[in-house]
Nanobody, 122 residues
Framework: QVQLVESGGGEVQAGDSLRLSCVAS????????MDWYRQVPGKQRELVAA???????TYSESVEGRFTISRDNDKNTVFLQMDALKAEDAAVYYC????????????????WGQGTQVTIAS
């Protein structure tokens, strides 16, 4: 089975930066999309940034211009560079990857990490 592990979260001051990482391990054929989501208590999980294998990226309006998603396909890793952090960015951040376990479209499955906490202190 595939496992995703996030890291890089912590407590920082407003205006500071953090770089989150998520690495996939296990037995699989190939990874497609690599995305970042976040969730706060009482609200639904929301998409923050998404990336395609070819390097295409999209961002939510709330983080555009401040966050950057990138990936290292050879290392099965996705990153989220977060700059100019605001109090509203505090949340548990999760990575999600679309993974094909074998060379078949039928094997493509979305996998989630356990999440990493980001806290903002003013």
């Amino acid at each position: 089975q595939v496992q995703l592990v996030e890291s890089g979260g912590g407590e920082v001051q407003a205006g500071d930066s953090l770089r989150l990482s998520c690495v996939a391990s296990g037995s699989f054929f190939k990874i497609g999309a690599m995305d970042w989501y976040r969730q706060v208590p009482g609200k639904q999980r929301e998409l923050v940034a998404a990336s395609t294998t070819g390097g295409g990226t999209t961002y939510s309006e709330s983080v555009e211009g401040r966050f950057t998603i990138s990936r290292d396909n050879d290392k099965n890793t996705v990153f989220l560079q977060m700059d100019a952090l605001k109090a509203e960015d505090a949340a548990v951040y999760y990575c999600k990857m679309s993974i094909a376990l074998v060379p078949s479209f039928a094997s493509i499955t979305d996998y989630w990490g356990q999440g990493t906490q980001v806290t903002i202190a003013s």
